[in-house]
């Protein structure tokens, strides 16, 4: 039986969606990133997890085979909904970052002060091409720190191992309905409407935890 792929629910209604994000993306992008792109990218792993279940293996090569569509389909399908899962936990909030002790010592650390990170995340959303994301990650398999990282698409760029704590979704999609072409600003009011207290929470469990497991 195809394993079933779930479409997580905000941690907010569609109706509340509209009010709390609205600093950032107006409500009809709050309504139809939700229900029509992000669902999508689920819908879309569901159906090739039927389709594999008799996908001939043996006709794979290296040019166009069926089985390798759908396993490179399923790869950017995976990333989509994954991150955008991510990118609606750490939107909703206002920006304020006292309730976030431990993230916010670990960026301090890691880039040196809160507006340096800052600057660098932002460069990250602002450089990744017109189909991409900005991503504050944690690097649990090479170096143990927290990077900013620019994907373009989905999943190209993106770092074996790195746990995604704060993605900025960058397609046009997400942001010209309200912004135009301005995606710094975007980027801006996405940063300065952060729910911090709920990536703390993310940071806590993937970052902190990972890091006794390892030293154990």
Request: glycine letters at 8%.
């Given at each position: 039986?195809?394993y079933q792929?779930?479409f997580?629910?905000?941690?907010?209604s569609?109706q509340?969606?509209?009010q709390?994000?609205?600093?950032?993306i107006?409500a009809?992008t709050?309504?139809?990133?939700?229900n029509?792109?992000h669902?999508?990218?689920?819908?879309?792993?569901?159906?090739?997890?039927?389709d594999?279940?008799?996908a001939d293996?043996?006709?794979?090569n290296?040019?166009?085979s069926?089985?390798?569509e759908?396993?490179?389909?399923?790869?950017w399908?995976?990333?989509?909904?994954?991150?955008?899962t991510?990118?609606?936990?750490v939107?909703?909030?206002?920006?304020?970052t006292s309730g976030?002790p431990?993230?916010?010592q670990a960026?301090?650390?890691?880039?040196?002060?809160?507006?340096a990170w800052?600057?660098d995340?932002?460069?990250s959303?602002?450089g990744?091409?017109?189909?991409?994301?900005?991503i504050?990650v944690y690097?649990s398999?090479?170096?143990?720190?927290?990077?900013?990282v620019?994907?373009d698409?989905?999943?190209n760029?993106?770092i074996?191992?790195?746990?995604p704590?704060?993605?900025?979704?960058v397609f046009?999609?997400?942001?010209?309905?309200?912004?135009?072409w301005?995606?710094a600003?975007?980027?801006?009011?996405?940063?300065?409407?952060?729910n911090w207290g709920?990536?703390n929470?993310?940071?806590?469990?993937?970052?902190?935890v990972?890091?006794?497991?390892?030293?154990?």
């Amino acid at each position: 039986m195809a394993y079933q792929w779930q479409f997580h629910p905000r941690p907010y209604s569609d109706q509340d969606a509209a009010q709390l994000l609205a600093p950032v993306i107006d409500a009809n992008t709050a309504d139809w990133h939700y229900n029509k792109h992000h669902k999508g990218y689920v819908d879309a792993m569901n159906k090739i997890e039927q389709d594999l279940e008799t996908a001939d293996r043996a006709s794979a090569n290296g040019n166009y085979s069926p089985i390798g569509e759908l396993k490179r389909r399923f790869t950017w399908n995976h990333a989509g909904a994954l991150l955008h899962t991510i990118y609606w936990e750490v939107m909703g909030g206002n920006g304020d970052t006292s309730g976030a002790p431990e993230i916010m010592q670990a960026i301090v650390h890691n880039f040196g002060s809160f507006d340096a990170w800052k600057a660098d995340f932002k460069a990250s959303c602002i450089g990744a091409k017109l189909s991409g994301w900005g991503i504050l990650v944690y690097d649990s398999l090479y170096s143990g720190r927290l990077l900013n990282v620019e994907v373009d698409e989905h999943h190209n760029g993106a770092i074996w191992g790195a746990v995604p704590l704060i993605p900025c979704d960058v397609f046009e999609h997400a942001y010209y309905h309200k912004d135009g072409w301005a995606r710094a600003t975007y980027v801006d009011n996405f940063i300065s409407n952060l729910n911090w207290g709920r990536i703390n929470d993310r940071y806590k469990k993937y970052v902190q935890v990972s890091n006794s497991v390892i030293e154990v």
